[in-house]
Nanobody
């Protein structure tokens, strides 16, 4: 069993920054892909960013590229999402997710592809 616990959400003005954290516990993670998704009211859950635990390869949703940075700290078993230059349209509940047994190189951007989810943390960006 894998447990994901997010933290770091809050209210920020447009142009501001937040850093989300996702503490990961359970099995070993070397084969994992870790993702951040977001869901705004009335909308479907949307991929934002992902990182391969082994190797650190990253990829992003086009609309957050250059503003968001995903990273992981293996010593702390924690994944981060640094969000800069936030916009009102970034307002959503942000979820951390884990996809186990990732041995290929393709990108995983669909929520149905992930095996474990955190409870979510609210990010609100005011204009």
């Amino acid at each position: 069993q894998v447990l994901l616990v997010e933290s770091g959400g809050g209210l920020v003005q447009a142009g501001g920054s937040l850093r989300l954290s996702c503490a990961v516990s359970g099995r070993t993670f070397s084969s994992y892909t870790m993702g951040w998704f977001r869901q705004a009211p009335g909308k479907e859950r949307e991929f934002a960013a992902a990182i391969r635990w082994s190797g650190g390869n990253t990829y992003y949703l086009d609309s957050v590229k250059g503003r968001f940075t995903i990273s992981r700290d293996s010593a702390k078993n924690t994944v981060y999402l640094q969000m800069n230059s936030l916009k009102p349209e970034d307002t959503a509940v942000y979820y951390c997710a884990a996809k186990t047994l990732t041995y290929d190189t393709r990108r995983y951007t669909g929520p149905e592809e992930y095996d474990y989810w955190g409870q979510g943390t609210q990010v609100t960006v005011s204009s």
